[in-house]
């Protein structure tokens, strides 16, 4: 895979490519970048979003798992049979409109990023989210944010089972 690096007008800097991966050329703008996540200070470039894809990317690599690794609005990117896939979201899963590129290159390509928007920013790695709140819940309450049943109420979801040769169960428990 043959790329470029670009430092554009508005200080970004991005990525060009010189092989036909019209979906991957999308998703690196759509579902990558070095703009700052939300909530984090816009006062410059950001590793955000490549140092999540780079991450991800390599757990997928041990672990086999087939999840999307990194998204945007339109694009996503995942590991699928030793070979990363950029797909349309609103595409089926089996739909050939799809570009695939090996899992090294393209650690070679967000490494190299990375390391170039660094250089441009030294400290565009500090440019993260701050934390979420924790949300305190009130003693005995469950952090589930749907009500949870009551194990002691004879729903008929937890009447007795049917037994054979028993007369049925017209009481609840």
């Known amino acids: 895979m043959r790329y470029q690096f670009n430092r554009t007008d508005a200080g970004s800097i991005d990525v060009t490519l010189e092989d036909d991966l019209p979906l991957l050329r999308e998703a690196l703008v759509d ?3 070095t703009q700052p996540p939300r909530g984090a200070p816009q006062d410059g470039l950001s590793t ?3 140092d999540n894809a ?3 990317l390599h757990e997928r690599m041990e672990s086999g798992n087939p ?3 990194a998204s945007g609005n339109a694009t996503y990117l995942q590991l699928q049979g030793g070979r990363v896939e950029v797909r349309y979201d609103f595409d089926p899963v089996d739909s050939d409109i799809v570009d695939t590129v090996d899992p090294t ?3 070679d390509l967000l490494a190299e ?29 469950c952090r ?6 009551d194990p002691r109420d004879p729903t008929p979801e937890r009447r007795r089972p049917e037994r054979p040769g028993r007369r049925p169960a017209d009481r609840r428990w």
């Open 67 to 69: 999840e999307p690794f």
């Open 48 to 50: 955000y979003w490549l």
């Open 144 to 149: 589930r944010p749907w009500p949870q049943p």
């Open 105 to 107: 290159d393209l650690l």
């Open 113 to 141: 990023w990375r390391r170039l928007v660094l250089e441009a920013s030294p400290d565009a790695a500090l440019r993260m989210p701050p934390p979420r709140p924790a949300r305190p819940t009130e003693p005995g309450r």
């Open 31 to 33: 579902s990558l970048g």
């Open 54 to 56: 780079i991450t991800q």
